[in-house]
């Protein structure tokens, strides 16, 4: 199978978790940590971000967002295109920085 941009996909995990008590907090680092431990990066303080090879992949990563969940808080998991990220714009302040590079890819025969 050709791997192509509009079979790769990436899945954005945006979440807005409570902090009010010692127990919140624990959640909330626990769900950060088990995020990064399932390959995803961190690409703001509640936006993690993760490439995956194929549609089929990213279906294996969203259920595990799902065991993941925290008891409260929002959560929501958007999934793009390799092509639609793409066209991803990045800025520091008012200085435009590159989008970040994408795993390298090994294609087999």
């Known amino acids: 199978m050709e791997l192509n941009g509009y079979r790769i996909m990436w899945i954005f995990v945006f979440f807005d978790l409570p902090t009010e ?6 959640n909330a680092s626990k769900f950060r940590t088990n995020l990064l431990k399932d390959g ?3 690409m ?10 194929s549609s089929e992949s990213a279906d294996v990563h969203e ?16 999934r793009i295109t390799d092509k639609q990220f793409g ?4 800025f520091w302040g008012k200085a435009e920085v590159p989008k970040p590079p ?5 294609e087999l025969f």
């Open 21 to 26: 008590t010692k127990k919140d907090r624990h």
């Open 40 to 42: 995803f990066n961190m």
């Open 44 to 53: 703001q303080f509640s936006v993690y971000m993760r490439h995956c090879a």
């Open 63 to 78: 259920k595990r967002v799902k065991l993941l969940l925290p008891p409260f808080g929002k959560v929501s998991v958007l």
């Open 87 to 90: 066209n991803i714009m990045n």
């Open 102 to 106: 994408g795993p390298v890819q090994l």
